[in-house]
């Protein structure tokens, strides 16, 4: 098992910036791919960024020269999300996976508005 511990989110402004951080505890493989996905109401999730153990990183569009997301050792993610948008707007996920293993966090809301 797997625990995921979001936290970071909140209320900004647009042009904001905000960092989320995640924390795994558990039992945790050494290769793995930790990310970030988020759902805005009446949406379906949609994959943020990810990152594997080895470094590799892969981006939505959509955030492509705004987010980043970075990790430290195989249990902590972060994501540092800067010119924040309205359309930004979601309930944001961590995620750990390793073949056949994939958890979830609950969540963390982040608020992109004037």
């Known amino acids: 098992q797997v625990q995921l511990v979001e936290s970071g989110g909140g209320l900004v402004q647009p042009g904001g910036s905000l960092r989320l951080s995640c924390a795994a505890s558990?039992?945790?493989?050494?290769?793995?791919?930790m990310g970030w996905y988020r759902q805005a109401p009446g949406k379906e999730r949609e994959l943020v960024a990810q990152?594997?153990?080895?470094?590799?990183t892969n981006y939505a569009d959509s955030v492509k020269g705004r987010f980043t997301i970075s990790r430290e050792g195989t249990r902590t993610v972060y994501l540092q999300m800067n010119s924040l948008k309205p359309e930004d707007t979601a309930v944001y996920y961590c995620?750990?996976?390793?073949?056949?293993?994939?958890?979830w966090g609950q969540g963390t809301q982040v608020t992109v508005s004037s």
């Open positions: 990152i594997t153990s080895g470094g590799s």
């Open positions: 995620n750990w996976s390793s073949y056949p293993y994939e958890y």
């Open positions: 558990g039992s945790i493989f050494r290769f793995n791919t």
